[in-house]
T-cell receptor, first 114, second 111 residues
Framework: ETGVTQTPRHLVMGMTNKKSLKCEQHLGHNAMYWYKQSAKKPLELMFVYSLEERVENNSVPSRFSPECPNSSHLFLHLHTLQPEDSALYLC?????????????FGSGTQLSVL | QKEVEQDPGPLSVPEGAIVSLNCTYSNSAFQYFMWYRQYSRKGPELLMYTYSSGNKEDGRFTAQVDKSSKYISLFIRDSQPSDSATYLCAMIKTGANNLFFGTGTRLTVIP
């Protein structure tokens, strides 16, 4: 098992639901990331938290809301999603300095929006 | 034009074959180059990491970088069924925290 744990593994939600994805890392890292993985597309960086401050927000729609209460935990709050938001959502962690290229990923949450 | 181009495959080879996976890129600011391996229903895991042009070997895996041609490769010798996975190239600029990924190449090694 990796040092990055994501829950739930699978999530089906309606367009009006509110849900949250959870990520926890046990590697002592101080940077955490949310990525979106869709079929036949490169991984898309959504959010980066470094030393618990958000440092990257790649024009992600406001229906996605990240939260990083401490360096070990990361959440992605979801509300009023669209069917095109169905994808694999991956959490990753790394060292904030001199290690951003060495990401450790969780197994992801497979999200289906109906 | 995408910043990173990778042939999505799929690629099927017999066990024991040499596999060559490739990516090209357009931005010369990329300085660090990685290969990630992703098994089905798992997240990507870092397989190889290189900085300079040239070759880096780790067991059956060799990563090659040609910065002048903006071309990177991953070679797998004596391929095994356990190598069946999607291979993602990735690269990053110095001081940045945003990796640019290829779309991934799906590899199947047939016993």
């Amino acid at each position: 098992e990796t040092g990055v744990t994501q829950t739930p593994r699978h999530l089906v939600m309606g367009m009006t639901n509110k849900k949250s994805l959870k990520c926890e890392q046990h590697l002592g890292h101080n940077a955490m990331y949310w990525y979106k993985q869709s079929a036949k597309k490169p991984l898309e960086l959504m959010f980066v938290y470094s030393l618990e401050e958000r440092v990257e927000n790649n024009s992600v729609p406001s229906r996605f809301s990240p939260e990083c209460p401490n360096s070990s935990h990361l959440f992605l709050h979801l509300h009023t999603l669209q069917p095109e938001d169905s994808a694999l959502y991956l959490c990753a962690s790394s060292q904030a300095t001199g290690g951003s290229e060495k990401l450790f990923f969780g197994s992801g949450t497979q999200l289906s929006v109906l | 034009q995408k910043e990173v181009e990778q042939d999505p495959g799929p690629l099927s080879v017999p066990e024991g074959a040499i596999v060559s996976l490739n990516c090209t890129y357009s931005n010369s600011a990329f300085q660090y180059f990685m290969w990630y391996r992703q098994y089905s229903r798992k997240g990507p895991e870092l397989l190889m990491y290189t900085y300079s042009s040239g070759n880096k070997e780790d067991g059956r895996f060799t990563a090659q970088v040609d910065k002048s041609s903006k071309y990177i490769s991953l070679f797998i010798r004596d391929s095994q069924p356990s190598d069946s996975a999607t291979y993602l190239c990735a690269m990053i600029k110095t001081g940045a925290n945003n990796l640019f990924f290829g779309t991934g190449t799906r590899l199947t090694v047939i016993p």
